[in-house]
């Protein structure tokens, strides 16, 4: 193949909440169109498809990314966790998730994968206020909880009572770790 052909398509070699993944990849493929479309991960929603929302956050290499505005061929070699691959793989829901449920973190439930993803990355060590947490959550939108919901089920997951203090004999912060789950092949 002559140099200057233009490339339609890559081998790419990844993992994929700690399953190996190979696939040919069209260049112009979007990271978030390989996870729902091609591996049937279906649980990183897309809304706005450019970068504002944060509904499709997965974390590539344990950092958070927009899904949306990642090119797959991009996470050749690559560690790329889903919402999936934080979900137990019993069925039940990780200390993060329940808080959520518990707390009415949640209406519709679109934009909460997002939520997650950022929260799972995020050391609770590091956001020691709810003004710290607001912040960290700003790049995730929801049209239904007005918040203060979410806010609530963070401070739960992260062992602090409703007005956001340590919580007494709660000193496991529940947010931070990722666990390998099913879902790629
Ligand atoms: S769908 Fe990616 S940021 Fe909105
Ligand atoms: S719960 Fe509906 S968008 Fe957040």
Same mark, same amino acid.
Do not use: K
């Given at each position: 193949m002559n140099d200057l052909e233009p490339v339609d398509a890559l081998d790419i070699e990844l993992r994929v909440n700690g399953s190996a993944v190979r696939r040919r990849v069209? $260049?112009?493929?979007?990271l978030s169109d390989l996870l729902?479309?091609?591996?049937?991960?279906?649980?990183t929603h897309v809304g706005c498809?450019?970068? $504002?929302?944060?509904?499709c956050t997965v974390l590539l290499d344990g950092q958070p990314i927009r899904s949306c505005l990642q090119?797959? $061929?991009?996470?050749?070699?690559c560690e790329v966790t889903t919402v999936e691959g934080i979900t137990p793989a019993d069925g039940s829901l990780s200390p993060l998730q329940a808080a959520f449920r518990d707390a009415h973190g949640?209406?519709?439930?679109?934009?909460t994968p997002g939520f997650l993803m950022t929260l799972v990355a995020a050391d609770p060590a590091e956001h020691p206020t709810d003004g710290s947490i607001d912040a960290l959550l700003s790049g995730n939108l929801c049209r239904?909880?007005?918040y203060q919901n979410i806010r609530t089920a963070v401070r739960r997951a992260w062992g602090?009572?409703?007005?956001?203090n340590a919580s007494a004999?709660?000193?496991?912060?529940?947010g931070s770790g990722t666990s390998s789950g099913s879902g790629a092949s």
């Amino acid at each position: 193949m002559n140099d200057l052909e233009p490339v339609d398509a890559l081998d790419i070699e990844l993992r994929v909440n700690g399953s190996a993944v190979r696939r040919r990849v069209p $260049v112009r493929r979007l990271l978030s169109d390989l996870l729902r479309d091609d591996l049937s991960l279906t649980g990183t929603h897309v809304g706005c498809e450019h970068g $504002v929302c944060g509904a499709c956050t997965v974390l590539l290499d344990g950092q958070p990314i927009r899904s949306c505005l990642q090119l797959a $061929v991009t996470a050749d070699g690559c560690e790329v966790t889903t919402v999936e691959g934080i979900t137990p793989a019993d069925g039940s829901l990780s200390p993060l998730q329940a808080a959520f449920r518990d707390a009415h973190g949640l209406q519709c439930g679109f934009c909460t994968p997002g939520f997650l993803m950022t929260l799972v990355a995020a050391d609770p060590a590091e956001h020691p206020t709810d003004g710290s947490i607001d912040a960290l959550l700003s790049g995730n939108l929801c049209r239904c909880t007005g918040y203060q919901n979410i806010r609530t089920a963070v401070r739960r997951a992260w062992g602090r009572d409703d007005e956001g203090n340590a919580s007494a004999g709660s000193d496991t912060p529940l947010g931070s770790g990722t666990s390998s789950g099913s879902g790629a092949s």
